[in-house]
């Protein structure tokens, strides 16, 4: 079965970091781009960063350019997002998604295999 599972997420203060992990099994991510996207309640399903097949190329929203910087472990099977700088209006839960066509937009349209999620809340 694909499965794509997302950890890191918690409870952090304003200015605080995160590393979010998006594992993958059923299917070898080397040949996938990846993408991270959140949701806030009340929002919609936002794409925030992503990155291509071989990881040379990255792109990000402008609400976390700067901040949040997406790498990848092919050896692992792992995507990664590090987030630094945290504010309240981070708050959402954290998807990561994968696909065949890399999409500089991270748009979510473009993303078929989907993890749970992972909450991440900060919050003083």
């Known amino acids: 079965q694909v499965q794509l599972v997302e950890s890191g997420g918690g409870l952090v203060q304003p200015g605080g970091s995160l590393r979010l992990s998006c594992a993958a099994s059923?299917?070898?991510?080397?040949?996938?781009?990846v993408g991270w996207f959140r949701q806030a309640p009340g929002k919609e399903r936002e794409g925030i960063s992503c990155i291509s097949v071989n990881g040379g190329r990255t792109d990000y929203a402008d609400s976390v350019k700067g901040r949040f910087t997406i790498s990848r472990d092919n050896a692992k099977n792992t995507v990664y997002l590090q987030m630094n700088s945290l504010k309240p209006e981070d708050t959402a839960v954290y998807y990561c998604a994968s696909t065949l066509t890399y999409d500089s937009t991270c748009s979510p349209i473009r993303y078929g295999y989907w993890g749970q999620g992972t909450q991440v809340t900060v919050s003083s």
């Open positions: 059923g299917l070898t991510l080397y040949y996938y781009a």
